[in-house]
Nanobody, 122 residues
C-alpha cells in the first residue's frame, strides 16, 4: 500500500511558476511509475507527465512539453512537478498517482493522492 500526499498548489498569474510535490509513505516508490494527472471543472482527468522511479525515464503530454518538468528525490521518496510558463488553461486539480505500468491512462494507476488545486489567472 502506498499513501500519496500532494502539496504546492495555489494561485498564480499567467506566465508564473509553481512546484508541486508528491510525498509517498507506506511502501516506497522503488518499483513504481509515478504520474501527474489533472482535472479541470467539467472535464475528464487527463495525463500530464510520468516518471519511472528506477530509471528516471519521463513522458509528457504535448500540452505541457517544454514548460513542465517531473523529477524525483529517492532519499525523500518524493516526486516533483515544476511548472513554468503557466497558462489559464493549466487551471485544474492536480493529482499524483503511482502504478507499476508505464502508462498515460488513469486506469493503470493504483494509488492516488487527494489532489491539489492550481489556479492560473489571466
Amino acid at each position: 500500500q502506498v499513501q500519496l500526499v500532494e502539496s504546492g498548489g495555489g494561485l498564480v498569474q499567467a506566465g508564473g511558476s509553481l512546484r508541486l510535490s508528491c510525498a509517498a509513505s507506506g511502501r516506497t516508490f522503488s518499483s513504481y511509475v509515478v504520474g501527474w494527472f489533472r482535472q479541470a471543472p467539467g472535464k475528464e482527468r487527463e495525463f500530464v507527465t510520468t516518471i519511472s522511479w528506477s530509471r528516471g525515464n519521463t513522458n509528457y503530454a504535448d500540452s505541457v512539453k517544454g514548460r513542465f518538468t517531473i523529477s524525483r528525490d529517492n532519499a525523500k521518496n518524493t516526486v516533483y512537478l515544476q511548472m513554468n510558463g503557466l497558462k489559464p488553461e493549466d487551471t485544474a486539480v492536480y493529482y499524483c498517482a503511482s502504478g507499476n505500468r508505464w502508462s498515460i491512462f488513469t486506469s493503470d494507476y493504483m494509488y492516488w493522492g487527494q489532489g491539489t488545486q492550481v489556479t492560473v489567472s489571466s
